[in-house]
């Protein structure tokens, strides 16, 4: 490895080449590599984003887009009551998914979730309504459920 | 005693830098050379995208929350990458915002006070941190002391899946 430090003159016989010690230059890339990879976390954090609306405009803008209204029950039902969506009144808009053993049935909720976002297009809010005893886990998996469907507009009810 | 001590100088292997130089080599001294080449250029090469890889991928998102010691989030697709904002923890039925444990009934008003003072990143809105089996009975004051204090957007930290 040589370096040249470049415009030497013809007639000077030393030569002005030098040489760069890379040994210690790798070690010090070895130390920062090594301390770079004790200390590295190697999970991957996101975040699931949920508006809750305050006043009264946004409410009135989506009505006439119409919501979902998610109700989890005990024992893993969960309840959807469709919103302002035309075509679908009084029981059409209500549909219950029981539960698995006491746990959320989430092959269905998903199958409900795609087959009403692929008919309803326009449809992007929905309400969560937990019970107290509801797991965040199935919240979120839930939430994830409708992101995937394009139906990003998630809120969430307090007790 | 110290040339005797060097362990080049009993082999017929000799320095890689020492046999690489243009100035003086001494690798090709009448005969053979046993020396093994190496390019450390492009050792030094890989060494530098590595560095530079693990520093631009180790301040991601590691700064933003601090999971605590007994906190498994929940893992869910389609979720966004974690910003800025107000961090909340829930761990074993107390409260911490921004590292700082707080009672239940001053969750609203240093919320409040947090909203008011914060950055502008920072009133993005409530990144909450919690256990995968937490009841929402738990989490549910965070939300509502959240709402009292004027945040719009909460975060819900969880494990992005791919």
Known sequence: MHMSSGGGRKGRKKNSNFELNLVPFIDVLSTCICFLLVTAVFINLGSMHVSQAVGSEKQTAEKAKGSVTVSLGGKGDIRFEVKDVPGLKGSQGLTTITGDDGKVNFKRTEQW??????????????????????????????????KKSQMDQIGIAPL | MLNNAKPLSNTHLGSALAGTSLIRPKGNKGGRSLTAGLMLTSLVDAFSILVIFLIMNHSNSQDVVNLGDKIQLPTAKDSQFI???????VENDKFFIEEKPVQLPQLAATLKKLNESAEIAKKEGLIIVADRNLDYADLSPVILAGSQAGFTKYKFAVIRKD
Not at chain 1, 120 to 139: A, F, G, I, R
């Open chain 1, 113 to 146: 979730i795609q087959t009403f976002a692929s008919n309803n297009t326009d449809v992007k809010t929905v309400l969560l309504m937990p019970n107290p005893y509801s797991k965040y886990d199935d919240l979120i998996q839930l939430m994830a459920q409708f």
């Open chain 2, 83 to 89: 910003q800025q904002g107000i961090v909340v923890r």
